[in-house]
C-alpha cells in the first residue's frame, strides 16, 4: 500500500473555537490509538494535504486548526459530513512517564497540550501543570475546557493584550514562570517558534536539565514520513524523529528557532 495514500474519512462535528480556530471532529478509520504529541496528514483531494497534531482521540480524532493558508482555509469552509483524507499517526510523541509535567503553551499549542493532559487524567495522573498563554481572552482555546482542568489540576493562564473583562494575567507565558512549581519537572514546550526559544532560555535560567525539556517542532514538516526532506533541522527529519525532540540533542542547532 502506498504509504502517501490518505484514507477517505469524514467530518462527524465542527464548531468555532475563536475567530481564527476551528475545531474538527472526524471519523477514526484508521483506528490506532495515537501517542501524545503525534501527528497527522490531513488532505483535500485536488488541493494538498497539511500536517496536525491530534487534541483528543476520544468518539473519533479531534483536531483543533487555525486558519493559516490555503488549505487551512479551505477546511474552515467545510461543512458536517463532507469528505476528507487522512493519514497518520506519525512521528514520536512526549515521554509517557510518571514525572511530574509542566506544559507550556502558547495559541494553538494547547490542541497537542490536551491530548497530553487527556492521557494523564485518563490514567487517574494529575501530576501535571499548564503555563498558557494566547494574544488576547478572545484567542483562547478550549475557555470551558480550561475551568474543568483548574478544579482538577494546577492552571495558569495569561493574555498579551487584556480587555475590559479580563482579570487574569497579563503578558507573555513565561511571565507567569514563577508558578512552576518543581524545576526537576518534565518540560513540554508548544506554540510559535519565538515562545519556545525565550520559553527555553528561561528554563535555563531557572537551571532545568536539557535533558527535562522537550519541544514540538511540528511547524516543519510536510510528507510526514521522511521523503521529501522539507523539515530537516541539522542531521534529523522532524516528521521522523520527532516533531517532539527532547532539547539536548537538538540545542546545538543553528537553525532551531528559526
Known amino acids: 500500500m502506498n504509504p502517501m495514500l490518505p484514507l477517505k474519512s469524514k467530518i462527524l462535528d465542527l464548531w468555532d473555537e475563536t475567530d481564527d480556530i476551528k475545531s474538527f471532529l472526524i471519523e477514526d478509520v484508521i483506528?490506532?490509538?495515537?501517542?501524545?504529541?503525534?501527528?497527522?496528514?490531513?488532505?483535500?483531494?485536488?488541493l494538498g494535504e497539511v500536517p496536525i497534531s491530534f487534541a483528543s482521540w476520544e468518539d473519533g480524532l479531534l483536531f483543533s486548526i487555525k486558519r493559516?493558508?490555503?488549505?487551512?482555509?479551505?477546511?474552515h469552509r467545510m461543512k458536517k459530513n463532507d469528505e476528507i483524507g487522512i493519514r497518520g499517526p506519525y512521528g514520536k510523541g512526549?515521554?509517557?512517564?510518571?514525572?511530574?509535567?509542566?506544559?507550556?503553551?502558547?495559541?494553538?499549542?494547547?490542541?497537542?497540550?490536551?491530548?497530553?493532559?487527556e492521557?494523564?487524567?485518563?490514567?487517574?495522573?494529575?501530576?501535571?501543570?499548564?503555563?498558557?498563554?494566547?494574544?488576547?481572552?478572545?484567542?483562547l482555546v478550549y475557555k470551558e475546557l480550561l475551568n474543568?482542568?483548574?478544579?482538577k489540576f494546577d492552571v495558569k493562564i495569561t493574555v498579551d493584550v487584556a480587555d475590559d473583562n479580563w482579570s487574569?494575567?497579563?503578558g507573555v507565558v513565561t511571565k507567569i514562570f514563577n508558578y512552576i512549581k518543581n524545576t526537576d519537572s518534565f518540560f513540554y514546550i508548544i506554540g510559535p517558534t519565538i515562545m519556545m526559544k525565550f520559553a527555553v532560555m528561561e528554563l535555563k535560567k531557572m537551571n532545568v536539565p536539557d535533558e527535562n525539556i522537550f519541544l514540538s517542532m511540528e511547524r516543519r514538516m510536510k510528507c510526514g514520513i521522511g521523503i521529501c526532506g522539507h523539515c530537516n533541522i541539522g542531521k534529523y527529519y522532524v516528521c521522523k524523529d520527532g516533531?517532539?525532540?527532547?532539547?539536548?540533542?537538538?540545542?546545538?542547532?543553528?537553525?532551531?528557532?528559526?
Open 31 to 46: 483506528n490506532k490509538k495515537p501517542l501524545p504529541g503525534q501527528f497527522y496528514e490531513l488532505s483535500l483531494s485536488g
Open 68 to 75: 493559516a493558508g490555503k488549505i487551512t482555509e479551505y477546511l
Open 94 to 117: 512526549f515521554p509517557i512517564t510518571d514525572k511530574f509535567k509542566v506544559l507550556i503553551a502558547g495559541g494553538i499549542g494547547l490542541p497537542p497540550a490536551r491530548s497530553v493532559i
Open 119 to 139: 492521557h494523564s487524567l485518563s490514567n487517574s495522573d494529575n501530576k501535571i501543570q499548564l503555563l498558557y498563554g494566547a494574544r488576547s481572552p478572545r484567542d
Open 148 to 151: 474543568e482542568w483548574k478544579k
Open 168 to 170: 487574569g494575567h497579563v
Open 243 to 258: 516533531p517532539v525532540f527532547n532539547y539536548s540533542l537538538i540545542k546545538d542547532i543553528p537553525e532551531l528557532f528559526f
